[in-house]
């Protein structure tokens, strides 16, 4: 009975925070209800579905719609909000993307109007190294790298002072003679940064685990028919880009979206691979990236699974070794309404003296949510694993795989229960209500 008390209070709960949306016809106003505060507090993206009149249509495809807030507490501010056209959507509406900014009260009144077109101050997603890969930057600040096409260990980004192992290499640059995991890769995150501009990933690391790479999508027994792949360790399976590429950049959000194939033996593609990588626009305090990973068979008989069905494999994450390494994750229990899942990686990095921290947030949309959790603390690893242990997920030629999380990158250690419930609320909010504007 308490539980049931519990689940309609939280329905309630959830509908009172996220459904509150209403706007007057004439004004160009509309409100939102952060009643506890979990757009405010957490610097998430509010993701809105709206219907616009023409000239605000217009404005919208050309980044020159703002909001104003006009709350009791600010009366007609100059802060112009950006806001961002989300394409997801077909149709008559659209999809808006803003973040809310910081102030008093649960209620938040916003009036909408047109501006110049402003080209600099965007998040941007563009071309590195002779357009081989692509970097989202906040102004002058570089967020991440997305390595699309084949990255050799002489090309690895390293830290300062990361150690180097010396390879000894074969003529063809392809295997290294010392290990047989220690092949060039493409298809991956690194390096991410953090708030002060550290780095938190790893690449090529040196020792016994030379195949690991960043953030990386991937799974150490990938069966094709009979035969056994494991495009998490680069064997007989690779990740090689077609070239479909597409590039966002905006006030609110830069999002990178690839096409890449699986390739058994490097000559056979076997599963169509559709990643798309959305860094929103970063705080003081936070930077939220989303990631969706789709993956379509297009030959029979394609399974995946974690290495022997019970350890790791899926979204993999290699991280530097900071000082002060703390590793924690936490899931509800399966018959709590609703099941929160989700982990932290935090330390002081090089190049700061401030404690840093990494979230990897499921998303409860994904197959089999959630996810187990594996840690390693000796290789500076903490990742969501799918699929479920014990189990091999056969990938369809007809519906595609797809898999969510949020990265937050965040300042200090490890956040309480209450701010991280706050993430993961924010990450599942849902204020698709249509929101007419004259």
Same mark, same amino acid.
């Given at each position: 009975?308490?539980?049931i008390?519990?689940?309609i209070k939280?329905i309630f709960?959830i ?10 016809n004439?004004?160009h106003t ?8 979990i757009?405010?507090?957490?610097d ?5 579905e709206?219907?616009?009149n023409?000239?605000f249509?217009?404005?919208l495809?050309?980044?020159r ?5 006009q ?10 909000i =950006?806001?961002?056209?989300?394409? *997801?959507l077909? $149709? #008559?509406?659209?999809?808006i993307a803003?973040?809310m900014p910081?102030?008093k +009260?649960?209620?938040r009144?916003?009036k909408?109007?047109e501006?110049e ?5 965007l998040v941007?997603a563009?071309?590195s190294?002779?357009n081989k890969?692509f ?5 002058n600040?570089?967020?991440l ?9 002489n090309d690895v980004v390293r ?8 390879y ?6 392809t295997?290294?003679v010392?290990s047989i995991?220690?092949?060039?890769r ?8 953090g708030?002060e501009?550290e780095m938190l990933?790893r690449?090529?690391p040196d020792?016994?685990?030379?195949h690991h790479?960043?953030?990386f999508?991937?799974? =150490?027994?990938?069966?094709y028919? *009979?035969e056994? $792949? #494991?495009?998490y360790a ?5 990740a090689?880009?077609? +070239?479909n ?14 096409e890449?194939f ?6 056979e593609?076997?599963v ?6 959305r860094?929103?626009?970063?705080s003081?305090?936070n930077r ?8 379509l068979?297009?030959?029979d ?8 069905t019970d350890?790791?494999?899926?979204l ?12 924690s994750?936490f899931?509800?229990a399966?018959n709590?309404?609703?099941v ?8 002081i990095f ?6 840093t921290?990494l979230m990897v947030l499921?998303?409860?949309?994904n197959?089999?949510?959630p996810?187990e959790?594996?840690?390693y603390?000796?290789?500076a690893?903490?990742q ?7 189990t091999r997920?056969?990938l ?7 898999l969510?999380y ?6 200090g ?7 991280a ?5 924010a990450?599942?909010?849902n204020?698709?209500h ?5």
């Amino acid at each position: 009975m308490e539980e049931i008390k519990i689940f309609i209070k939280n329905i309630f709960l959830i509908l009172f925070l996220f459904g509150v949306f209403s706007c007057t016809n004439n004004s160009h106003t509309f409100t939102v209800n952060d009643q506890e505060g979990i757009f405010e507090d957490t610097d998430s993206p509010i993701l809105v579905e709206t219907k616009l009149n023409k000239t605000f249509q217009d404005a919208l495809n050309q980044n020159r719609l703002r909001l104003i807030e006009q709350s009791e507490e600010i009366i007609e501010s100059n802060i112009q909000i =950006p806001v961002q056209l989300d394409k *997801s959507l077909d $149709g #008559d509406n659209v999809k808006i993307a803003f973040i809310m900014p910081k102030g008093k +009260g649960a209620i938040r009144k916003f009036k909408i109007i047109e501006t110049e077109i402003l080209k600099n101050n965007l998040v941007a997603a563009k071309p590195s190294q002779g357009n081989k890969q692509f970097v989202v930057a906040d102004g002058n600040s570089r967020i991440l790298q997305y390595n699309y096409q084949t990255v050799f260990e002489n090309d690895v980004v390293r830290a300062n002072n990361e150690k180097i192992e010396e390879y000894t290499r074969n003529e063809r640059d392809t295997f290294i003679v010392t290990s047989i995991y220690a092949v060039p890769r493409s298809n991956y995150i690194h390096p991410l940064y953090g708030l002060e501009g550290e780095m938190l990933t790893r690449d090529w690391p040196d020792g016994g685990h030379p195949h690991h790479r960043g953030i990386f999508w991937a799974w =150490p027994e990938v069966y094709y028919g *009979s035969e056994m $792949g #494991d495009i998490y360790a680069l064997q007989k399976l690779f990740a090689r880009p077609t +070239g479909n590429i597409e590039l966002i950049s905006g006030p609110v959000f830069a999002e990178i979206k690839a096409e890449n194939f699986w390739m058994w033996e490097d000559r056979e593609p076997i599963v169509n691979e559709k990643v798309t990588i959305r860094v929103y626009r970063s705080s003081e305090e936070n930077r939220v990236i989303d990631l969706k990973l789709q993956f379509l068979a297009l030959k029979d008989s394609i399974t995946i699974a974690t290495r022997y069905t019970d350890s790791y494999g899926g979204l993999n994450i290699r991280m530097q070794f900071p000082e002060n390494q703390n590793i924690s994750y936490f899931t509800n229990a399966r018959n709590s309404k609703p099941v929160r899942a989700w982990s932290n990686f935090s330390g002081i990095f090089e190049g700061t003296d401030k404690q840093t921290g990494l979230m990897v947030l499921q998303n409860q949309q994904n197959p089999e949510y959630p996810g187990e959790w594996v840690e390693y603390p000796d290789l500076a690893w903490v990742q969501p694993t799918f699929p479920s242990p014990g189990t091999r997920y056969t990938l369809s030629k007809v519906e595609p795989l797809i898999l969510q999380y949020r990265l937050i990158i965040h300042a200090g250690g490890e956040p309480t229960k209450v701010e991280a419930i706050k993430k993961w609320n924010a990450y599942h909010h849902n204020l698709m209500h249509l929101l007419s504007i004259d």
